[in-house]
């Protein structure tokens, strides 16, 4: 009863949970394997559906691989809207973005090794030049904001988002390189430090 209730689960499953339990596969492909090494036909036994399947979702390995980085960057920015709304004030609301980037990452880490390996893709290098111009334009009109509440000196919004967003990425970077390197203390430093720079 209980495997024909999955049999029928999967065969009735609408696309979106099917793409899903491809991307799911997929991850865990690559962060065993990398994304070089990972074959389509390990992604369909890692995901249990047949070859026809996959394929009618993504023509190639590129594809799964943009589909994956695409639903992460969803994840973050609709986690960093809801974050920043809850909080208090607007450094609270950068705080809170740091954070979040940094916990995304780290936990997605097999995705973001995959990914660096990558980047010589056009499609690929498009796909992050979006990524951290929508990051800037986020962490901008948090600090437009506490211009505007009186938290923050008046500089340019665009500058000091391009250094905030440096400044986590460099963390970040020694995580991904580096295992045993927690992100998260320094990160933290750095950040409460950017802002006493430009409180009022």
Known sequence: MGATTTTQTRKHAPPEVRRAQILDAAQ???????YHRTTMDQIVAASGLSKGSLYRHFSNKDDVLLALFDRYAAELFEAGETRAAAAGSAADGLRCTAELFSELLV??????????????????RNRMAAVYSESRVAVAALFEQGMADGEFRKVSASHFAAAMTGLAEGVLLQALMDEAFDPFPPLRDATDALLRGIAR
């Open 28 to 34: 865990q492909c690559f962060g065993q394997s990398g």
């Open 107 to 124: 936990g997605k880490r097999e995705l973001m090794q995959s990914w660096l390996g990558f980047l010589e893709h056009p499609q690929a």
